[in-house]
């Protein structure tokens, strides 16, 4: 599969940006998803994480409440909806997924767990 994120953009603080991952091929519904986040200077951070189905997901505690991760099957794409954004939110964002099979419901927190990533879409937020 091959992934498109796009959606990022400035943003001052206190806003919102929604982040879109567009994947290609027919079996989006086979792949857990997840957003990581990378800063300057920093490592790559896993953001949330949404199950093959969509049922069950999780977000790391910095933005727990302010953002959330959705997908929608039949148009191949999820989302990160980011709300109340911070300076410190700003990153640029990755979208990743890995391979499940059916009945799978978990969802993936583990960088090295993913194997397919999109290209990234940096998100600035101004104080």
């Known amino acids: 599969v091959q992934l498109q994120a796009s959606g990022g953009g400035l943003m001052q603080a206190g806003g919102s940006l929604r982040l879109s991952c567009a994947a290609s091929?027919?079996?989006?519904?086979?792949?857990?998803v997840g957003w990581f986040r990378q800063a300057p200077g920093k490592e790559r951070e896993f953001v949330a994480a949404?199950?093959?189905?969509?049922?069950?997901?999780f977000h790391t505690d910095s933005v727990l409440g302010r953002f959330t991760i959705s997908r929608d099957n039949a148009k191949n794409t999820a989302f990160l909806q980011m709300n109340s954004l911070k300076p410190e939110d700003t990153a640029v964002y990755y979208c990743?997924?890995?391979?499940?099979?059916?009945?799978?419901?978990?969802?993936?927190?583990?960088?090295?767990?993913?194997?397919?990533w999109g290209q990234g879409t940096q998100v600035t937020v101004s104080s």
């Open positions: 990743a997924a890995i391979p499940t099979y059916i009945g799978d419901t978990r969802y993936y927190t583990r960088i090295n767990e993913y194997i397919y």
């Open positions: 091929g027919r079996t989006f519904s086979s792949y857990a």
């Open positions: 949404i199950s093959r189905n969509g049922g069950n997901t």
